[in-house]
């Protein structure tokens, strides 16, 4: 089996998603006879979560339904956590989910039909995607990939207009085809660039007419030890991490003062503290997490909220290639999470929402940690 053969190795599942639905899929190739029980689970699940949407419209007699991220993602979690070490590769015949039906094959039928049931019931708290942000213009630097590109798509299911911000033009209008509507603006632009800043905030005002949360997430990364890395990969890191979070704020700030808006900077667990290896990158997000506190302490009187999300190690495509290359580096890390797993960037997104939100109205100046346990630790190794 390959989930056995391969325990450590792990890629991003590749199913497509489906709007309105939990990743589901059907397996096809000549290895679908390897378990035609999974294939009857998932074919179950997802005829169960359909008949219960057509359900729940039929009870409240309503035309439409708008799906919440969170179903999708409570469903996307529980299979990750499943098919952990199954290696995941994709084209041709499809064969490649033959590691995905042999992982969900080992589970015991009865047992796992139950928490699907559990986890794709088809109810009003699950289905129905709150508009708790409708009205609110969101600008989201980095938005092409990633955490910036599910910060964006939960912005926009939440309701809220959005501003994509990044300095690839085609992924950018990746996103925005994902959306679903022409309530987003596409805007090329590098946050280091300080006159790109001025034309990202004065187009953002021209189009929607206010500014209500900015999301501070573009970044880069440098690994490499505290000697060898070159004095201008120093530079490129500070310009983008820290100087990318200082030009933006200034320029959108008097905006999110009269709209009593919030910032949410992304962090990173490495800015809270040291990592062999990562000088250039742990100084930088240093520097963001405690200039979330300062400015919260300064702004939160007039009404700005100002907080910060601290992620561990997440599967985006940017840093895939480098596990890729070095498993044993994944490994390592991914045995020192609780969970015992990396995160989904869909998962930092919806805690980035609600920082935005007023359910999270009294929350400011936090560096909230979004690592699996990973930050509740001491360092030790385990003693069991």
Same mark, same amino acid.
């Given at each position: ?5 391969w ?5 991003p599942?590749?199913?497509?998603r489906v709007?309105?639905?939990?990743n589901?899929?059907?397996?096809s ?11 009857i689970l998932?074919l179950e699940?997802q ?10 419209a ?7 339904i708008?799906?919440?991220a969170?179903?999708q ?9 499943q ?5 995941w590769?994709?084209g041709?015949?499809?064969s ?16 796992s ?16 995607m709150?508009?708790?942000l409708k009205?609110k213009?969101v ?19 939440e309701?809220?207009?959005v ?8 992924k ?5 085809q ?6 987003y ?17 004065a187009?953002?005002v ?6 209500d949360?900015?999301?501070?997430n573009?970044?880069?990364?440098a690994r490499?030890?505290?000697?060898? @890395? ?6 490129r ?10 030009n933006m704020?200034r ?6 003062i009269?709209?009593k808006?919030t910032?949410i900077?992304?962090?990173?667990l490495?800015? @809270?503290?040291?990592?062999r290896g990562?000088?250039f ?7 963001v ?6 400015l919260?302490a300064?702004?939160?009187p007039?009404?700005v ?6 992620p ?5 495509? @940017?840093?895939?290639?480098t596990?890729?290359?070095?498993p ?40 909230l ?5 990973l930050?509740?630790s001491?360092g030790?190794?385990p003693?069991?």
């Amino acid at each position: 089996m390959l989930a056995e053969t391969w325990p450590e190795v792990r890629k991003p599942w590749p199913a497509p998603r489906v709007h309105g639905f939990p990743n589901l899929f059907l397996a096809s190739g000549p290895n679908v006879g390897l378990a035609h029980t999974s294939v009857i689970l998932m074919l179950e699940a997802q005829i169960e979560h359909a008949l219960g949407v057509m359900r729940y419209a039929e009870r409240k007699c309503c035309a439409m339904i708008e799906p919440r991220a969170d179903a999708q993602q409570r469903f996307t979690s529980w299979f990750d956590r499943q098919t952990r070490g199954a290696v995941w590769t994709s084209g041709g015949c499809e064969s490649c989910w033959a590691a995905a039906i042999v992982a969900i094959a080992r589970l015991p039928l009865a047992g796992s039909r139950d928490l699907l049931r559990t986890l794709i019931d088809t109810d009003e708290s699950q289905t129905v995607m709150t508009s708790r942000l409708k009205g609110k213009t969101v600008i989201v630097t980095g938005a092409g990939t990633g955490i910036g590109a599910a910060t964006a798509r939960r912005f926009h299911a939440e309701g809220a207009a959005v501003v994509l911000s990044g300095r690839r033009k085609a992924k950018l209008a990746e996103v925005g085809q994902s959306l679903g509507s022409d309530r987003y603006l596409i805007q090329a632009s590098d946050v280091s660039n300080v006159e790109d800043v001025e034309q990202l905030t004065a187009n953002t005002v021209r189009c929607f007419g206010r500014i209500d949360v900015l999301v501070n997430n573009a970044g880069v990364g440098a690994r490499g030890s505290f000697l060898d @890395l070159p004095v201008e990969e120093w530079r490129r890191v500070f310009a983008i991490n820290v100087d990318g979070v200082f030009n933006m704020t200034r320029s959108i700030l008097p905006h999110l003062i009269e709209t009593k808006g919030t910032i949410i900077n992304v962090s990173s667990l490495s800015g @809270l503290g040291g990592d062999r290896g990562l000088n250039f990158y742990n100084a930088a997000k240093g520097a963001v997490s405690n200039l979330t506190r300062s400015l919260a302490a300064e702004l939160g009187p007039i009404g700005v909220r100002i907080n910060a999300v601290c992620p561990s190690i997440t599967f985006t495509e @940017l840093n895939m290639p480098t596990f890729e290359r070095f498993p044993e580096l994944l490994r390592r890390q991914i045995e020192r999470i609780p969970l015992g797993r990396a995160a989904q960037p869909e998962e930092v997104a919806s805690v980035i929402a609600f920082l935005a939100s007023d359910d999270a109205s009294f929350v400011n100046g936090v560096n909230l940690s979004v690592d699996g346990g990973l930050d509740g630790s001491t360092g030790h190794a385990p003693f069991l």
